[in-house]
């Protein structure tokens, strides 16, 4: 996924591209910047983390909408439950046709 990440699926349904995974980050890394094309659910299983300028600790939780952007860093190393409704990788958006 990234330097330093580990990721493992745990659920996806083909249909709708929904999907849950852990990602676990190391000790003294990050995730870069990055967007939430779509809804994300993230649950810090265990360790602190750093998105942007707001700290979470285990036990706590976020939810990601459409275009919001974060940073992820850790010094203690941390492990996320995420659930994405949409999978990015295997749908593209497609235009409405105009009635």
Same mark, same amino acid.
């Given at each position: 996924?990234? #330097?330093? =990440?580990?990721?493992?699926?745990?659920?996806?349904?083909?249909? =709708?591209?929904?999907?849950? *995974?852990?990602?676990? @980050?190391? #000790?003294? /890394?990050?995730?870069?910047?990055?967007?939430? #094309?779509?809804?994300? @659910?993230?649950?810090? @299983?265990?360790?602190?983390?750093?998105?942007?300028?707001? $700290?979470?600790?285990?036990?706590? *939780?976020? =939810?990601? $909408?459409? +275009?919001?952007?974060?940073? @992820?860093?850790?010094?203690?190393? /941390?492990?996320?439950?995420?659930?994405? +409704?949409?999978?990015?990788?295997?749908?593209?958006?497609? #235009?409405?046709?105009?009635?």
């Amino acid at each position: 996924m990234y #330097p330093d =990440t580990e990721m493992t699926y745990l659920w996806e349904e083909d249909e =709708t591209g929904r999907v849950a *995974f852990l990602v676990k @980050v190391a #000790p003294g /890394c990050s995730i870069p910047f990055h967007n939430h #094309p779509r809804r994300e @659910v993230a649950y810090l @299983v265990e360790g602190e983390v750093r998105l942007n300028d707001d $700290i979470m600790r285990a036990g706590d *939780f976020l =939810t990601a $909408i459409a +275009d919001e952007a974060h940073d @992820v860093y850790t010094e203690t190393g /941390c492990t996320f439950f995420i659930f994405i +409704d949409y999978n990015i990788n295997k749908h593209r958006f497609a #235009p409405i046709a105009e009635a």
